[in-house]
């Protein structure tokens, strides 16, 4: 038995070369012409649905912008204020009635893909459902302030706000995207989140869904009747991969088309080394911050007996070189962020006040401060106990474990001694929940208005949440305050200014880094807009010319 | 040799009650909630609504005791990550990780089977101290550090074989034709090379080892010098003898080929069990940890009392053994 096997193996080996070798090669396609063409997202994990209203998760995000429409939608320019720089979508235009009052016509054009009509009684029951804690939508807390939506026709939808306020119509149409009605009425909501539907949707977008394929792909088929004209590229296809390194790797060889976000110089340059790729640079949406625990170690009811201390937070934040460390971690791709903010927010400028990087300044701080190094040691220290403390980063994150790297050997420099836990994402959320830490980096993600992360992160009402290191500053929550409510966009900008200036001298956490995004897409695609806050919002105006077309894209099935 | 087998199906049970057990409890006291992995603003309320729904604001054992009911009822519960039953979550991924470790045990074997018998024949001469180096360079090799060559020289820069993913997504996102089940195997070469290549290389040392044992044994002299062929006393003579050792490198082969495929599933995007429960324990997915767990142990263990079994047939002394504890046993 076992020789005849041995007299057969090389034959067997043959046959599974030969169909490797024919699974090697492509298979010539069909499609010509300028609706062709695929594709491919090397896409970091993978949405647990994409029913709108249930989840926040990037990707879902991405795709649900392909399959679901908002009434409107925000500009290139990226600004929240007032509804002159909002691109219509689902709703045709829309006029104020009254302060409070804010009037949608629908577009009649607008079709869900299974052929019924898109209605105003589709955007009252998104609204019913964003709004009902069954459901646990993620964005119930942004649409606080809208009392009511309801349809005066079949084709206009009513919405009644209860305060006026410049970003009246940004809540009103960029956090909800609309739903059908009649598909989901009928499915009781506390089974929304496991529903069918948020596997197989149905939607109004530009494109339909085909196959959601679990750890593997996502794919999308051009609507050819959408109503705001055809998509150019007639499929999409987001493929999971685990880890940055291989989505990378994926479209540097050629088997994707598309990474939105490369992260670290060194996979930048890999893509610039490609020369089928084109780099393309945008405003990013996340900065990173060293936050400062105001409230003592696992007790918030007491103050840290380091960083209560204003002076010393100060100090502190100017003992740290900020443009050295950007530089020689991230390069070309971060900025010194002035304050809390990433590149996205129209409120960003380099002109805002900061703490100098200034250690004499932060010795003599210190020093007067009563942290003085009395034993010679080289450490400071205070009523014998040294100025030391601990630092809190999640292993995911490489780049950020490397920054408390840097940190540390900033701080030893001004006398400081820092201990660094890093430890899995699940336990810094933990423990910076609970507020069992010193310190800890963390970035965060904004949208395009100011007004929510800032809020969110940095004003009392994101303690026990965001607002990890409990800063509290009345002056800081008045000049906010004021900025979200003043309408002219200039004013509003210059109390901003005020604001992060009175964050930026309090010093609750050291703003070290902005990343800058910058994506990977294959040169065979044309008018390759990118919308920073969303970088798949315009994938319909995308093309590949005809004669650019690869193998892949001709491919019918 | 039934009542041995009665009684190694019980323990095999009792030893995967007790590894779920072990496992529902420390994931639930580790740090860390499903809810808070949805984003750190979350909603407290939208926060406890979940938390109700899903039922963690039960105590421990009352969860645990829900568990086991659901589970007698062959209900896995619903993943809170991936907002889908988990037994179907389960049903998508294991047919992956069967076909990743199927191929990998298949080049373990039978790779590690050859190059050992090769050695044995050849043994302190050149090709045998050249594999035997090898096979311990290869054996010391961490697996994710050679996946990550593999794919950077096969996948990168020659770009031989696919980057990652089980099948071409536009030309095969089903395998429904002869070209889409070669696809899955040109697919499957990097991922189940590096999984099969540090197990063929131990392999390869016990069965050389093996051969050796017996080699100078009197039935294997007697073979020779009746004049029987080289290539018959190998394989029928010493070969046979050796293979308990092999059959016992099968069982072990189980818990390394899931552990490895942990680590080679997320470096090559295989969407496996192994994948699928690294999420999960990230995102504390604690119902889908829980039956990742028991899917692993239940293979684990009866992969173990498969190779059991196998050494009785293959060892007619060890039938004989099992047959005289079980009268004592019962006497």
């Not at chain 1, 380091?306 to 002076?311: H, K, L, N, P, T």
């Not at chain 1, 100060?314 to 791709?333: C, H, I, P």
């Not at chain 2, 499903?34 to 979940?50: F, M, R």
């Not at chain 2, 099969?196 to 020779?224: E, H, I, P, W």
Request: with cysteine; net charge positive.
């Amino acid at each position: 038995m076992l020789s005849a096997m041995s007299r057969r193996s090389p034959f067997i080996i043959c046959g599974i070369l030969a169909v490797a070798t024919l699974a090697g090669c492509e298979r010539r396609g069909g499609c010509t012409g300028s609706f062709c063409g695929t594709l491919i997202n090397a896409a970091i994990g993978e949405p647990p649905t994409l029913l709108p209203p249930s989840t926040e998760v990037v990707v879902a995000n991405d795709i649900g912008e392909q399959l679901f429409l908002k009434l409107a939608d925000v500009g290139m320019s990226e600004n929240t204020i007032g509804d002159e720089d909002f691109q219509p979508l689902l709703a045709q235009h829309w006029e104020w009635d009254g302060p409070l009052t804010l009037v949608f016509h629908i577009d009649p054009r607008a079709r869900w893909q299974d052929g019924q009509r898109v209605s105003a009684a589709d955007v009252e029951f998104t609204f019913d459902a964003y709004k009902d804690s069954v459901v646990a939508s993620p964005f119930r807390a942004k649409l606080r302030r809208i009392a009511s939506v309801t349809q005066r026709d079949s084709l206009t939808a009513v919405f009644r706000f209860r305060e006026r306020y410049p970003e009246m119509f940004y809540d009103a149409v960029f956090h909800m995207r609309i739903l059908p009605a009649h598909l989901l009425r009928s499915i009781p909501r506390d089974q929304w989140r496991t529903a069918p539907f948020g596997r197989e949707p149905v939607g109004d977008g530009p494109y339909r869904f085909v196959r959601w394929q679990a750890a593997q792909a996502i794919e999308l088929v051009a609507d050819s009747t959408f109503f705001l004209g055809r998509p150019g590229i007639r499929r999409l296809i987001w493929r999971f991969t685990p880890t940055l390194p291989v989505a990378v790797t994926q479209v540097i060889a050629g088997e994707a088309d598309v990474r939105e976000q490369l992260v670290t110089p060194e996979n930048v340059e890999r893509a610039r080394a490609a020369p089928h790729l084109n780099v393309i640079t945008y405003r990013g949406n996340v900065y990173t911050y060293l936050g400062f625990n105001l409230r003592a170690n696992g007790d918030t009811s007491q103050p840290h007996p380091i960083f209560a201390d204003r002076d010393v937070r100060r100090a502190l934040s100017m003992g740290v070189d900020r443009a050295l460390l950007v530089k020689s971690a991230l390069g070309e791709l971060g900025k010194v962020p002035p304050g809390p903010m990433s590149e996205l927010l129209w409120i960003w400028d380099p002109n805002i006040r900061q703490l100098p990087y200034d250690t004499a300044q932060a010795g003599r701080i210190l020093n007067a401060r009563g942290w003085r190094d009395h034993d010679g040691d080289g450490l400071r220290d205070k009523n014998g106990q040294p100025l030391t403390f601990r630092i809190l980063v999640p292993t995911t994150s490489v780049l950020r474990v490397q920054y408390a790297q840097l940190l540390q050997a900033q701080f030893r420099k001004i006398g400081v001694q820092v201990e660094i836990d890093a430890v899995e994402g699940a336990v810094v959320t933990q423990r910076t929940s609970s507020g069992n830490f010193d310190t800890v980096i963390l970035s965060r993600g904004n949208d395009p208005s100011p007004g929510s992360g800032i809020t969110q992160t940095w004003m009392r009402g994101g303690f026990g949440r965001s607002n990890v290191g409990r800063y509290y500053s009345p002056e800081f929550e008045r000049l906010v305050d004021r900025a979200i409510a003043e309408p002219s966009r200039d004013r509003a900008r210059a109390l901003w200014r005020s604001a992060i200036e009175t964050i930026n001298a309090d010093a609750p956490g050291i703003f070290l880094y902005a990343l800058a995004n910058v994506a990977a897409v294959h040169t065979r695609f044309d008018n390759t807009q990118i919308r920073p806050d969303s970088w798949a919002a315009l994938l319909r105006t995308w093309r590949i010319p005809p004669d650019k077309l690869i193998d892949r894209d001709r491919v019918e099935r | 040799m039934m009542a041995w087998l009665v009684r190694r199906l019980v323990a095999s049970l009792a030893i995967i009650f007790a590894v779920v057990t072990f496992v529902f409890i420390l994931i639930h006291v580790a740090p860390g909630e499903p809810c808070a992995q949805i984003d750190v603003d979350v909603d407290p309320i939208v926060c406890d609504q979940l938390t109700r729904q899903f039922g963690f604001d039960k105590p421990l054992h009352v969860q645990y005791w829900r568990y086991l009911v659901a589970l007698a009822h062959g209900n896995f519960g619903y993943s809170f990550s991936l907002h889908r039953p988990v037994r179907d979550a389960l049903a998508g991924t294991i047919p992956f990780t069967l076909q990743l470790a199927g191929a990998a045990l298949l080049l373990d074997l039978l790779l590690g089977l050859a190059l050992g018998i090769y050695q044995a024949g050849r043994v302190n001469r050149l090709p045998d101290v050249i594999l035997g180096n090898t096979t311990l360079f290869v054996y010391s090799l961490p697996t994710f550090w050679l996946a990550l060559i593999l794919l950077l020289v096969f996948a990168e820069q020659l770009r031989w074989f696919p980057v990652g993913g089980p099948n071409d997504p536009i030309l095969c996102p089903v395998v429904d034709s002869l070209y889409c089940v070669a696809d899955r195997l040109w697919h499957l070469v990097l991922p189940a090379t590096t999984l099969g290549l540090v197990g063929a290389a131990g392999t390869a040392r016990f069965q050389r080892a093996a051969m050796l044992d017996v080699a100078n044994q009197d039935y294997v002299r007697t073979a020779r010098a009746k004049g029987a062929p080289e290539r018959r006393v190998v394989l029928r003579h010493q070969l046979r003898n050796a293979l308990l050792s092999f059959i016992t490198r099968f069982g072990l082969a189980f818990p390394f080929l899931l552990t490895g495929a942990v680590l080679i599933e997320t470096i090559y995007a295989w969407p496996g069990m192994g994948r699928l429960a690294f999420n999960a324990i990230l995102t504390r997915d604690y119902t889908l940890v829980t039956a990742t767990a028991l899917i692993a142990s239940t293979v684990v263990v009866f992969g173990n009392l498969l190779a059991d079994i196998l050494m009785g047939v293959a060892d007619p002394r060890l039938r004989v053994r099992a047959g005289a504890d079980v009268e004592v046993v019962t006497a």
